[in-house]
């Protein structure tokens, strides 16, 4: 199974602040990366997909850039409502996997 | 609009089964393969199976196998996810999603004697 690999697994920052989080593929997983934000009791909702699409009614603040096996995700300017955790998921291979997810904190 | 719409809640013994169902409307059911993903309180999203585009074909993750069935039923838009020989452990939330895109709200199961 390919391993995904995010850091940091939690952090803080402030409003306005631009964010960056970290996936790594254990393997070449080309393009095929989605990153999903989960809130508490909340259904994921997918944000980025093919490592850099931006899903669509989805804001402009967040980003995504990278392929092979290191991919970076990033919120430009942190607002209250993006308090989620975050995650990376593979697609390229079966079975899909996840990463262990990144818990963002207003500081 | 495009959605999934889980069943309700459920309470099990260990050592039984559930059987979580996902009901597509406002989109082609058969167009989207179907992924089943949970979440056990404070963990991490945990992939546990997919069901391919218009076929039969399935993939579990390793920690499942043997213990994990989907299956959709094209006449009703419904897809479906049983666990068997539960334990305390699988107490999580479980989801399905029709792609990555489209996902119901979650079914919460809860396994304790």
């Known amino acids: 199974d390919i391993q995904m690999t995010q850091s940091p697994s939690s952090l803080s920052a402030s409003v306005g602040d631009r964010v960056t989080i970290t996936c790594q593929a254990s393997q070449d997983i080309s393009n095929y990366l989605n990153w999903y934000q989960l809130k508490p009791g909340k259904a994921p909702k997918l944000l980025i997909y093919d490592a850099s699409n931006l899903e669509t009614g989805v804001p402009s603040r967040f980003t995504g850039r990278g392929s092979g096996t290191v991919f970076i995700f990033t919120i430009s300017s942190l607002q209250p409502e993006d308090i989620a955790t975050y995650y990376c998921q593979q697609y390229d291979t079966l079975p899909y996997t996840f990463g262990q997810g990144t818990k963002l904190a207003i500081k | 609009q495009m959605q999934l719409v889980q069943s309700g809640p459920e309470v099990k013994k260990p050592g039984t089964s559930v059987k979580v169902s996902c009901k597509a409307s406002g989109f082609t059911f058969t167009s989207a393969a179907m992924q089943w993903v949970r979440q056990a309180h404070g963990q991490r999203l945990e992939w546990i199976g997919w069901?391919?585009?218009?076929?039969?074909?399935?993939n579990y993750a390793q920690k499942f196998q043997g213990r994990v069935t989907i299956t959709r039923d094209v006449s009703t838009s419904t897809a479906y996810m049983e666990l068997s020989s539960l334990r305390s452990d699988d107490t999580a939330v479980y989801y399905c999603?029709?792609?990555?895109?489209?996902w119901g709200q979650g079914t919460l199961v809860t396994v304790s004697s």
């Open positions: 069901i391919a585009v218009g076929s039969t074909n399935t």
């Open positions: 999603a029709a792609g990555s895109g489209i």
